[in-house]
């Protein structure tokens, strides 16, 4: 069992040879529809006067596209495909692997081999193959976003009204809470103890909000049990006095 | 699964190609580059993880959320700021972070893999590994990564390397660069504060080094380091190799032979400063009244040249202070000493200083100065002024030029003179005093033993007002050689010395 982190090395021990092969974008969209045990196609290898000609050879099954959209003849994707082989020089490339657990990819890391060989898949030019290009040129002109005429004005955001729905909410609200009266002295210091166990900063318009009492009065209170600090972090805020608070562990008042 | 077609000239193998539908396991490149000479078969054990220290960056868990230090809807707040300036911060992806792989564990090698971006944008890279039924197998690659190998050795921060750049031209030994910062960060470890000095110091001394800067330097303990090695490097043209291997070799001297390195030559710039002329000997040491006289004469022998020298002194004391607190203890000892000497100096003459100072008319008193100094004050100097006379006379022989340079030597020919003043006021230093000395014109009419017997019988003089007397235009003498030559009379005649007004007068009694 390998831990996290450690790397499996057989495939480095054993110098497997892999090959890098650089493959086109419709090949491997149309790879990814392999039914079965994903066979796409077959690959001959033949040398021809001491060098190395390498092609690939698309599964029929796998040449047509479906084409999206308008045209209703299918395009297809050439079926030859020979390989340019190129050399690893300047860089050496291994290959490594990361297996997923279900949740997180990067648990079992393994080294499986070096790439000895690489190589483009380019495809042999065809008619049908420009055609396909050709498609994909379209496709990708088309800009992202589309200025549209309208025939007719779109009226069904901002109707004239007398009083925004909001507005008349806001104030039967206001109406009904009426002015802030001054609560008990004692019960105000509860709340606001209470609130500065959860916070130690507070701006004095969030506390009027909480102690919904008059700001003259909560400021008298503030300055008997509190203390404003024009902070180079909080902006002007209010905090407990130090010998009011205990932040550390458990909350106590003391009073 | 491989179908052979044999012909003519060509044969052909055909492998059918599966691209497998299982995706637990992903493929990603690792790239080295190949001047790093990478062998993955050698490797026998390694690591890898994702290097996650951007995540905190990401992240913004700076601030507290609730309890002490948190403020009521600060992360509302935060936000609605961060939209309204339009601030997008990316997202933290595991995915994207770089790699670390650790080969053959701590001893081996260290890589650091970061993401090519781009790769899979155009084109699939795929992976075609042979089955061992031959068939091949193509798996996509997900990400490339390059790997680059982390240096293990002790770089240069920014900072310093700036420095270094700005000092490229002069430094000719590369080697010695890391070896004073990691000198330096020993230090640090040990003591802070005193360390932070002597790093600060030290840098300032190998800055000061290799770009020859001025420095202010005691030359006393200059002297007694070169008098350690006095056999090893008195190269003078502060050539840096010789010295800076020397101070490879011993690393607890490091600093002491950066410091004379710089001193040497420096202390050989500076001859003009007449920082010097504070070396004096201890005043108060018991010594031979004649010399006690001699030195109130050098003092005393111009109005200048005397406020010259407490000028020096001035300075010296200054010196002092300002070295004290960057010196070795070995060396704040020696310090004060000479701030012992320095304060008996000044209390003796007790004049009022004036700023212009000459160098010739400094590094001529200082010399005559030197040549009739008393005694060491203490036991130490002397041992050291034994080994001070032979760098000094190395000092010299370099050093063969005017007066002003010559005057460089006088620190190390005041302290050698210390010991032996009373015979030969001299010592083996400066050549000027002594040609001075051995040739003194007291043919001349005017500066005689019985001129200055009569003024001494009439009324009791200062060495300062003997000298006006005896003013160089009419005796034909140099003010050195005046002041040597009325030395070595002064200390034939032995007169007696009473303290008027704070000052030390001379009489006889017939």
């Known amino acids: 069992m390998s831990e996290k982190g450690e790397v499996d090395l057989t495939g480095a021990k054993q110098n497997t040879g892999v090959w890098l092969v650089k493959v086109p974008k419709y090949l491997s969209q149309q790879w990814a529809k392999a039914q079965g045990r994903g066979e796409v196609g077959k690959l001959r290898i033949s040398k021809n006067q001491g060098k190395a000609e390498v092609s690939f050879t698309l599964n029929e099954e796998l040449t047509v596209i479906d084409s999206v959209g308008d045209k209703g003849s299918q395009v297809h994707v050439p079926r030859e495909h020979p390989f340019t082989m190129q050399m690893v020089g300047g860089q050496t490339l291994a290959v490594f692997t990361e297996t997923s657990s279900g949740k997180a990819w990067g648990d079992k890391i393994a080294l499986e081999g070096v790439v000895v060989q690489r190589a483009e898949c380019r495809p042999a030019v065809s008619d049908s193959y420009m055609r396909l290009k050709r498609l994909q040129i379209e496709e990708s002109s088309k800009p992202m976003r589309l200025s549209q005429q309208l025939d007719k004005a779109v009226t069904t955001n901002y109707k004239p009204v007398a009083n925004h729905a909001y507005n008349v909410e806001y104030e039967r609200r206001k109406k009904e809470e009426g002015k802030r009266a001054r609560g008990d002295k004692q019960q105000v210091l509860d709340m606001l103890f209470s609130a500065f166990e959860k916070h130690q900063y507070y701006n004095i318009k969030d506390l009027v909000d909480i102690t919904k009492q008059p700001v003259t009065f909560l400021k008298e209170i503030l300055r008997d049990i509190g203390i404003y600090n024009i902070k180079g972090t909080h902006k002007n805020t209010w905090e407990l006095r130090p010998e009011y608070r205990h932040y550390q562990g458990e909350a106590e008042k003391s009073d | ?510």
């Open chain 2, 1 to 510: 699964m491989c179908v052979s077609q044999g012909s003519s000239s060509s044969s052909a193998t055909e492998y059918i190609v599966r691209v497998p539908k299982n995706t637990s396991k992903r493929y990603s490149i690792m790239a080295f580059n190949a001047g790093d000479k990478v062998n993955c078969s050698t490797w026998t054990q390694a690591r890898m993880e994702r290097d996650m220290s951007n995540k905190r960056m990401y992240s913004e868990e700076e601030t507290v959320e609730s309890g002490a230090g948190s403020e009521f809807g600060k992360k509302q707040r935060e936000e609605a700021r961060r939209k309204k300036f339009g601030i997008v911060t990316r997202e933290f992806r595991a995915e994207d972070q770089p790699w670390i792989l650790k080969v053959n564990g701590k001893a081996g090698r260290r890589f650091k893999g970061q993401k090519k971006g781009g790769v899979t944008e155009n084109a699939s890279y795929y992976i075609f590994t042979q089955c061992p039924d031959g068939a091949f197998e193509a798996f996509p690659v997900h990400g490339w990564y390059n790997f680059t190998p982390q240096a293990k050795h002790r770089t240069l921060t920014a900072e310093e390397a700036e420095e270094e750049w700005g000092r490229r031209n002069k430094v000719v030994n590369h080697f010695s660069i890391m070896l004073q910062r990691r000198l330096r960060e020993q230090e640090r470890g040990e003591d802070e504060e005193e360390d932070g000095e002597k790093a600060g110091k030290k840098k300032k001394k190998k800055k000061g080094d290799k770009g020859s800067d001025l420095r202010i330097h005691d030359l006393d303990d200059d002297l007694e380091i070169s008098s350690d090695d006095s056999d090893s490097s008195l190269a003078e043209d502060g050539e840096s190799k010789p010295k800076v291997k020397k101070e490879n070799d011993k690393k607890g001297k490091g600093k002491k032979k950066k410091r004379k390195k710089g001193s040497d030559s420096e202390a050989l710039e500076d001859s003009d400063d007449g920082d010097f002329e504070g070396l004096e000997v201890d005043y108060m040491s018991d010594e031979s009244s004649s010399c006690v006289m001699c030195s109130g004469i050098d003092e005393a022998s111009e109005s200048e040249e005397e406020s010259e020298e407490e000028r020096p002194n001035e300075e010296e004391g200054k010196e002092e202070a300002e070295e004290e607190g960057k010196k070795t203890p070995v060396q704040q000892e020696k310090k004060k000493r000479r701030g012992s000497v320095l304060r008996a100096l000044q209390s003796a003459p007790g004049k009022k200083r004036t700023p212009p100072k000459r160098a010739g008319g400094r590094g001529s008193g200082g010399s005559s100065r030197t040549g009739s100094r008393p005694g060491t004050p203490s036991m130490d100097s002397a041992s050291t002024s034994n080994t001070l006379r032979a760098a000094a006379s190395k000092l010299e022989q370099g050093k063969r030029q005017t007066p002003g340079a010559s005057s460089s030597d006088t620190p190390a020919a005041k302290r050698l003179k210390m010991e032996p003043s009373p015979q030969s006021p001299s010592g083996k230093a400066t050549p000027q005093p002594t040609s001075g000395k051995s040739t003194p014109s007291s043919s001349d009419v005017q500066l005689t033993e019985d001129a200055v017997r009569r003024y001494l019988i009439r009324k009791p003089m200062t060495t300062k007002d003997l000298l006006k007397k005896f003013q160089t235009k009419r005796t034909g003498l140099s003010s050195e050689q005046t002041v040597n030559v009325l030395a070595q009379i002064l200390k034939r005649l032995n007169p007696e010395r009473k303290n008027i007004n704070d000052k030390m007068h001379f009489y006889l009694t017939e």
